[in-house]
């Protein structure tokens, strides 16, 4: 697990983790994204604008949950995200499936406990949450607002 100073503005926070796991600058507004297998990357896809729109509440869950940006990270934010809901997002429902499915074969216990932890979650951001209004407020505050649980 990752931890985040609670006392970090989501702007920080997002700042720190994009510096940890070596993020560019550009990750919301490249044309293209990139996944990895270590340092390789295995397939470019379009960076479209819904993708987008996942990925920077996606970022932020990562900071929340404290499920870090790596395979095994991705495969447990997966399963959180899509027991918290992911609405009307075509884009999240796909790409969280994929992360949860690998993650099944590869880490199940982790995967199915982060799908629990989901489900004692109130709410996730893809439910009518601003990004901009978000950015300024603490880590502790977001995780109060979805009600997270320790």
Same mark, same amino acid.
């Given at each position: ?5 609670e006392?970090? %503005?989501i702007?920080a926070a ?11 600058d550009?990750a919301y507004t490249? *044309?293209? /994204? ?5 340092k ?12 987008v729109?996942?990925?920077r /509440?996606?970022?932020?869950h990562?900071?929340l ?5 790596n395979w095994k990270?991705?495969?447990e934010? =997966?399963?959180?995200e899509?027991a918290? =809901?992911?609405?009307?997002s075509i884009?999240?429902?796909?790409l969280?499936?994929?992360?949860a499915m ?10 199915? *406990?982060? /799908?629990? +932890?989901?489900? +004692? %979650?109130?709410t ?11 950015? =300024?407020?603490?880590? *502790? ?5 979805v =009600?997270?649980?320790?």
């Amino acid at each position: 697990m990752e931890h985040y100073d609670e006392t970090l %503005t989501i702007k920080a926070a997002l700042d720190e983790m994009f510096r940890r796991f070596g993020f560019s600058d550009d990750a919301y507004t490249a *044309k293209w /994204f990139a996944l990895y297998i270590g340092k390789t990357p295995i397939i470019y896809l379009p960076n479209i604008p819904a993708r987008v729109r996942v990925a920077r /509440f996606h970022d932020i869950h990562h900071i929340l949950t404290g499920y870090p940006a790596n395979w095994k990270g991705e495969a447990e934010i =997966g399963a959180w995200e899509l027991a918290t =809901g992911c609405r009307t997002s075509i884009v999240a429902w796909v790409l969280n499936t994929g992360a949860a499915m690998v993650g099944l074969v590869l880490w199940p216990r982790a995967v199915w *406990k982060a /799908f629990l +932890r989901g489900r +004692r %979650t109130r709410t996730n951001l893809y439910h009518h949450f601003d990004y901009e209004a978000l950015l =300024g407020q603490t880590v *502790k505050e977001v995780r109060i607002r979805v =009600g997270l649980p320790d």
